[in-house]
């Protein structure tokens, strides 16, 4: 699928964040679906079992998913805040193996938006979704003590032009 553009990146985002020393410095792709995508990698830091991904950090990056999928249709300057999430373990997530993350929207209200959201292997092996509901909300009333904007400050220039896998 065809990248369309990019994301920006925050400081110290636990997902996004480029200057946060354990987080995982993901970079995420508005596509041409109008979903948003990202490829990436789970460390054995944050493993729950051996060679399984901690169930909380598998969520942690579900979520994020959501809002990336809201930004993926209304732009960056849509903010809001996740009311509820239904998170469904299909498959153990592993670390240190290439994963990709998928989030589309598929209801949209002025106030409301619904998310699904996948982490996938990169065979299309569905390993985890998550259906997150969302209720839009003005950023000065989420980052009250910050400028949200100068938080998202990175913009990382790549040559990513598709994700290709295949979704099983």
Request: proline residues 2%.
């Amino acid at each position: 699928m065809k990248v369309i553009s990019k994301q920006t990146n925050s400081k110290m985002c636990f997902i996004c964040g480029m200057d946060n020393p354990i987080g995982l410095k993901v970079q995420f792709y508005n596509m041409e679906d109008k979903s948003v995508m990202c490829m990436f990698s789970y460390k054995e830091e944050h493993q729950s079992f051996p060679n399984r991904v901690h169930g909380g950090l598998i969520s942690t990056m579900l979520d994020e998913l959501g809002l990336r999928a809201l930004w993926a249709l209304e732009g960056e300057n849509s903010f809001g805040v996740t009311t509820s999430m239904s998170v469904k373990f299909k498959k153990p997530v592993p670390y240190n193996q290439k994963l990709i993350g998928k989030g589309i929207v598929t209801f949209n209200s002025k106030l409301f938006i619904d998310i699904d959201t996948f982490i996938f292997d990169e065979y299309g092996n569905e390993l985890a979704k998550a259906q997150v509901k969302y209720m839009k909300m003005d950023v000065r009333k989420i980052a009250t003590n910050n400028d949200v904007h100068e938080e998202m400050c990175y913009l990382i220039k790549d040559d990513v032009k598709e994700i290709n896998f295949l979704e099983k």
